[in-house]
């Protein structure tokens, strides 16, 4: 199964939990592409049989900048071809941020909604206030998403 993931990052944790999650669906027989300065023809060009969007949260919840051209296209576009993928998200923040906390990554699962991606597990959110590893915080949902995709 080739899976896309799609990340956002200010300060570059969310693309460390990225390439992370890339290493294991790779080491678990599966085809992860990973470019965070991706564009809809790459992601579409790669032909995703599912995707995982990894995203820090910046400003007031918004997605980090480099993720925001892609976003804005796949809002534009709606690629009916990721109706039905399964789909899942990390969303990285900060706890302290109250309201806004891993609003990037909600606002990815919005748009996977918006899609028809099928949402195969909770979003995890990672806390940059209680983790020093997030990429090590985050095998233990990765191995649940490696299940998830294998059915």
């Known amino acids: 199964m080739k899976v896309a993931i799609l990340s956002g990052s200010v300060y570059g944790t969310a693309e460390e939990v990225a390439r992370h999650a890339a290493k294991i669906l790779n080491a678990a027989g599966f085809e ?5 300065r991706a564009t809809l ?15 820090s949260t910046t400003g007031m919840g918004e997605l980090p900048d480099n993720l925001q051209p892609l976003y804005s296209s ?11 993928l399964p789909g899942a998200v990390i969303g990285l923040g ?15 699962r919005e748009l996977f909604a918006e899609l028809g991606v099928q ?9 940059a ?11 233990p949902w990765l191995a649940e998403l490696v299940s998830a995709l294998r059915g």
């Open 94 to 108: 900060d706890a302290s941020y109250g309201d806004t906390f891993c609003g990037g990554g909600e606002l990815m």
């Open 32 to 36: 992860a592409w990973h470019n965070p």
């Open 129 to 139: 206030s209680e983790s020093v590893t997030p990429e090590a915080d985050a095998e």
């Open 119 to 127: 949402e195969v597990l909770p979003m995890l959110r990672l806390d």
């Open 74 to 84: 796949i809002r534009d576009q709606l690629p009916a071809a990721w109706r039905g």
């Open 41 to 55: 023809a790459e992601v579409q060009a790669f032909a995703p049989q599912a995707l995982l969007a990894v995203t």
